[in-house]
């Protein structure tokens, strides 16, 4: 079982930059793949970035790559996701979620979600 708690999210500029965290809490959190998504209003929930168990492999979804990063630190059950030039587009509630899988892609592969963390871009 991992309980996840978000944090950071909130009101930024676009082009701005803001960092999402996520805290985990339960055993073996090195053991899961972990993955940031996003809803924004009247959308389906999409996958913005997953991370490995080691955090040696990472994958970025088209819209984001180059702007957006995601880190984990297994010592400190953390997982971050750093955005740089946002714009309007971004803004969504931001869930944090934890796969059994290794570097997981889609929705059902994740087992634990966070309450997730609202972005709202201004322009």
């Known amino acids: 079982q991992v309980h996840l708690v978000e944090s950071g999210g909130g009101l930024v500029q676009a082009g701005g930059s803001l960092r999402l965290s996520c805290a985990a809490s339960?055993?073996?959190?090195?053991?899961?793949?972990m993955g940031w998504f996003r809803q924004a209003p009247g959308k389906d929930r999409e996958i913005v970035a997953a991370?490995?168990?080691?955090?040696?492999?990472?994958w970025h979804a088209d819209s984001v790559k180059g702007r957006f990063f995601i880190s984990r630190d297994n010592a400190m059950n953390m997982v971050t996701l750093q955005m740089n030039s946002v714009n309007p587009e971004d803004a969504a509630v931001y869930y944090c979620?934890?796969?059994?899988?290794?570097?997981?892609?889609?929705?059902?592969?994740?087992?634990?979600w966070g309450q997730g963390t609202q972005v709202t871009v201004s322009s």
């Open positions: 991370i490995s168990w080691t955090g040696d492999s990472t």
């Open positions: 979620a934890a796969s059994r899988g290794v570097l997981g892609l889609h929705i059902p592969e994740y087992d634990f």
């Open positions: 339960g055993r073996a959190f090195s053991t899961y793949g």
